[in-house]
Nanobody, 128 residues
Framework: QVQLLESGGGLVQAGGSLRLSCAAS?????????VGWFRQAPGKEREEREF??????????KYYADSVKGRFTASRDNKNTVYLEMNSLKPEDTAVYYC??????????????????WGQGTQVTVSS
């Protein structure tokens, strides 16, 4: 079973940047996996977590929510870590950010993405 650990959150002024990391331990990401980023804004329930971005482990497919397109970039390295580069941050980006993995995503399509494993989250706070 994989364990996911997010890091890189913090407090930043509007317009600033942060880079989140999601490191996997216990096993490697499957070649058929997709790893996504979700966020839970203050006052929202777990069921209201918002999709932010996702990347296939092969790196060939990347998906973004409209609210972050052009500002956030998902990437991965060869050492079982996925990143979320966040630029031009806005106060409305304030949330706890979670990474999540679906080990087998048919056709690497976002419509088939059903995360099975979640990290504990990292807080991102953007001040105005």
């Amino acid at each position: 079973q994989v364990q996911l650990l997010e890091s890189g959150g913090g407090l930043v002024q509007a317009g600033g940047s942060l880079r989140l990391s999601c490191a996997a331990s216990g096993r490697t990401f499957s070649r058929y996996a997709m790893v996504g980023w979700f966020r839970q804004a203050p006052g929202k329930e777990r069921e209201e977590r918002e999709f932010v971005a996702a990347i296939s482990w092969t790196g060939g497919s990347k998906y973004y929510a409209d609210s972050v397109k052009g500002r956030f970039t998902a990437s991965r390295d060869n050492k079982n870590t996925v990143y979320l580069e966040m630029n031009s941050l806005k106060p409305e980006d304030t949330a706890v950010y979670y990474c999540a993995e679906d080990p087998t995503v048919p056709s690497q399509s976002l419509s088939n993405f059903r995360p099975d494993y979640w990290g504990q989250g990292t807080q991102v706070t953007v001040s105005s």
